[in-house]
């Protein structure tokens, strides 16, 4: 660890979150690293989610509350980032949780090889049942750094895909947010903005142990979203783009866009959409059928 500990803005956005919030705000003030700044924007919650986090403002000078109306879970990250007088930053959901070391062990892998953003790896909790669905055993921790095109080339394509996309259990450089925005008004926003932050990098980190608890509530928004909302098209359209312009290796997103228009077909034939939007993706098959393309 440097002799100047280098400042953390943790960025936790919350919306109705009263039941979690308590595991969620002492799980940040437990950290053992202490270069702390907490913002929590309250999203124009409409339960108790306030009177929950309150309290803990008078216990720890290192926590910011800021209340606004509702814009939704973009508007409200965008909002800690411009608030963050961090060297790094790092997003936690309102709902979620983190080891007590985290910060600590993403800061110390920073450090070891002046990393960019440090990726680490989490547990799934299923709140109906109480139960962990994800444990990543000790015998398989293990540490590697990237290039943003070997990150891309390797990491895009793996079982863990999901974990890159997400924004959260990551420590990034702030300067990375320079200009980088998340969507508002747009279903998964870490899709069109999480790979921007790696094309921005220089050396990306990634920590294979469970350092973040990602709560699966199936009433949430993931529960609730189909399959093409889960599945967006167009973010990889932009950063199919970008890839191409830089030269990268677009395999693994020419991949993804082949089975994401497979997803769509087969949601537009199950809703009855045999409209424009269907033809247009069945067009787009057609066309990769007659130029033989066969993903990978």
Known sequence: ???KAKKVSIIIPMYNVAPHAKKCV???LHQTYKELEIIIINDGSTDNTMSVVAPFRDLDERLKIISWPNHGVSAARNLGIE?????FIF???GDDWIADNCIERLICEQERENSDIVVGNYHRFRTSSSCFLIHVPEENYYTKTYTPAEWFA?????SEYVLFVVPWGKLYRKKLFSNVRFPVGVKMEDAYTTYLTYLLADIIAFVNEPIYVYRINESGAMGSSSEIEKNPIKCLEEEGMLLSMLGMDMKVVMKKYHER???LKEQLMQSG???NNYHKVMSYLEILDKYGYRPD
Do not use: W
């Open 154 to 158: 390797e990491y895009e394509d793996s």
């Open 83 to 87: 608030i963050a007088t961090g060297e």
């Open 261 to 263: 228009i497979l997803i």
């Open 26 to 28: 002492e799980s940040v």
């Open 1 to 3: 660890m440097s002799e």
């Open 91 to 93: 997003f936690l959901d």
């Open 273 to 275: 959409d045999t409209g």
